[in-house]
């Protein structure tokens, strides 16, 4: 069992930067891989990317391929969410999401367990 808390949402101009948190208690860290998710206003909730078991790999939508970055600190038991150059349309509620599975999943319906989610809202 994984408990997740997300935060560090908020509201910033276009262009801008937010670091969103999830931390996580209970299980081991390195047991599961660590997925970012968001969902839109009146959208379903989409991948933003993935970094596998060990840390060692990471995969990311094309939509947010370099200007997001996923990292953990597995001494806080803690995955983070770098965000740069921010557009009006990355608006959404963030989710950090745990999966059991190997390699880098990225279908909402492999994940096992959901942080609350924190809003991220970009003006333009």
């Known amino acids: 069992q994984v408990q997740l808390v997300d935060s560090g949402g908020g509201l910033v101009q276009a262009g801008g930067s937010l670091r969103l948190s999830c931390a996580a208690s209970?299980?081991?860290?390195?047991?599961?891989?660590l997925g970012w998710f968001r969902q839109a206003p009146g959208k379903e909730r989409e991948f933003v990317t993935v970094?596998?078991?060990?840390?060692?790999?990471?995969y990311y939508a094309d939509s947010v391929k370099g200007r997001f970055t996923a990292f953990t600190d597995n001494a806080k038991n803690a995955v983070y969410l770098q965000m740069n150059s921010l557009k009006p349309e990355d608006t959404a509620v963030y989710y950090c999401?745990?999966?059991?599975?190997?390699?880098?999943?990225?279908?909402?319906?492999?994940?096992?367990?959901w942080g609350q989610g924190t809003q991220v809202t970009v003006s333009s």
């Open positions: 999401a745990a999966s059991k599975l190997a390699g880098l999943p990225w279908r909402n319906d492999q994940y096992d367990y």
């Open positions: 209970g299980r081991a860290f390195s047991s599961y891989a």
């Open positions: 970094i596998n078991r060990t840390g060692a790999s990471t």
